[in-house]
T-cell receptor, first 113, second 115 residues
């Protein structure tokens, strides 16, 4: 069965610094991969998704992720962190339908001055 | 604002009780998904309805049931509640049956506390 592993439950960066949130997937077939963000007291919002087209995926709010099959990774990056990026980020995968999304355990991003 | 409305936002109840969580999907969306987010289990898919019919089932307990009504709103019923059922319950919606490329729109959740 497909799964994702998020390395680091908490990540802290300074405002303006690079954001790197790690996600590795495990799948016997080509996966579909997603990053969702959850702001405090809100539901999840899709940041970006990989569906076997371009390996570098650009999302909203300046985030992007690169699918690397050789490393089974789909890390999320943003060149310059903003205070408003503080939230919890979830990597997710499915090889089937949207209803079978499997989420990682989440990474809480803290942005400091 | 995702357009998905969940009520109530908070619910406090006792063990053994039964509660109903309500979800109104975005206008025009036919699919409704229920997810449970807990500290120990993370975010787990429970069940999906599409246009009134059950479409997919995940890790939903037998004590839990759901339905989708003709006006497309959905209710998740949790009975014989246990302490471990305390969690944040999310509803999401999408226009179609759940193709993998579809974007899910999540509500802000119902926080259930079982005391």
């Amino acid at each position: 069965a497909q799964s994702v592993t998020q390395l680091g439950s908490h990540v802290s960066v300074s405002e303006g610094a690079l954001v790197l949130l790690r996600c590795n997937y495990s799948s016997s077939v080509p996966p579909y991969l997603f990053w969702y963000v959850q702001y405090p007291n809100q539901g999840l919002q899709l940041l970006l998704k990989y569906t076997s087209a371009a390996t570098l995926v650009k999302g909203i709010n300046g985030f992007e992720a690169e699918f690397k099959k050789s490393e089974t990774s789909f890390h999320l990056t943003k060149p310059s962190a903003h205070m408003s990026d503080a939230a919890e980020y979830f990597c997710a995968t499915t090889t089937g339908t949207a209803s079978k999304l499997t989420f990682g355990t989440g990474t809480r991003l803290q942005v400091t001055l | 604002d995702s357009g998905v409305t969940q009520t109530p936002k908070h619910l406090i109840t006792a063990t053994g009780q039964r509660v109903t969580l309500r979800c109104s999907p975005r206008s025009g969306d036919l699919s409704v998904y229920w997810y449970q987010q807990s500290l120990d289990q993370g975010l787990q898919f429970l069940i999906q309805y599409y246009n009134g019919e059950e479409r997919a089932k995940g890790n939903i307990l037998e004590r839990f049931s759901a339905q989708q009504f003709p006006d497309l709103h959905s209710e998740l019923n949790l009975s014989s509640l246990e302490l471990g059922d305390s969690a944040l319950y999310f509803c999401a919606s999408s226009p179609h049956p759940g193709e993998v490329r579809e974007k899910l729109f999540f509500g802000s959740g119902t926080q259930l506390s079982v005391l």
